[in-house]
């Protein structure tokens, strides 16, 4: 990669990963992303001062409400590059990846869309995402979604809710921009530890359930506190898990 191509994709790119709680993750994708200088800008939930200091020299730490959407939204905001790119706290890529969204930008073209995932030992479900993900273009946060800023302008924006906000802006943009999206067969790497704890058939099932919900017309807010149950002063555990529902 030239010098010149790689200086491009640092001014035109800007990554944003919401965070919560989750620093040991973090610390490793921090490490990838900095052998390519991009900007960053880690969105914390919880305003951490050890998450802080983690970031400082890496990356832009913000702070905001516990939300991964309103997260993301806050750190799309923050900065001004024309191209986001999405990750989570526990994804990890390659130069496969990296070379593809550089050409993306490079190439000029705006357009939407995501990565096929890889889920640790789970071959089978991985295949199933990736391969209704294209069928649909329907995403999920795992799948490293990226967006041309001018795109998620003509929809409003990235969704501000707390729960199905990869959901919602794929509908979005397969409504408005359909002909833009992108879905390359590239491999980005994401944790399968909710998957372990809860097990893979009640995972399978709840993610089917709560996507048919959304779809027939519940709000993001009512399937938060179906799935969370507990008010914000009663939860012990995060306002959202590493995968996504």
């Known amino acids: 990669m030239s010098s010149e191509a790689l200086s491009t994709t640092q001014t035109c790119l800007q990554v944003v990963v919401p ?21 960053v800008w880690v969105v914390d939930g919880t305003g ?8 400082s020299g890496r990356g832009n730490y913000i702070a905001a409400c516990p939300s991964r959407g309103g ?18 706290a526990d994804t990890r890529i390659d130069d496969n990846a990296f ?16 990565f096929d995932v890889a889920l640790p030992g789970l071959n089978v479900i991985a295949s199933m995402m990736n391969f209704r993900s294209r069928l649909t273009r329907i995403c999920t946060g795992d799948q490293a ?7 998620l302008a003509e929809v409003g924006g990235y969704p501000v809710q707390p729960l199905m906000e990869d959901v919602e802006v794929s509908k979005r943009l397969k409504r408005n921009v359909p002909g833009l999206y992108r879905a390359p067969a590239i491999r980005v ?10 097990g893979v058939i009640r995972t399978v099932l709840t993610m089917w359930l709560y996507r048919w919900l959304y779809f027939r ?4 807010e ?24």
Request: charged letters at 20%.
């Open 222 to 245: 009512d399937l938060y506190r179906r799935y969370y149950g507990a008010s914000d002063s009663q939860r012990s555990h995060p306002p959202y898990d590493d995968g996504h529902t």
């Open 189 to 198: 790497y994401a944790s399968a530890r909710r998957w372990r704890r809860q």
């Open 217 to 220: 017309g519940a709000s993001a």
């Open 19 to 39: 965070v919560w709680q989750n620093d040991e993750a973090l610390d490793g994708l921090l490490a990838q992303l900095q052998a390519w200088a991009l900007d």
């Open 71 to 88: 997260q993301i939204a806050a750190g799309i905001d923050a900065g001004t590059a024309p191209w986001l790119w999405i990750l989570h």
């Open 145 to 151: 979604m990226f967006f041309h800023r001018s795109l």
């Open 48 to 55: 951490s001062a050890e998450t802080a200091a983690l970031v």
């Open 99 to 114: 070379e593809y969204v550089r050409k993306m930008i490079t190439g000029g073209e705006p357009c939407w869309g995501r």
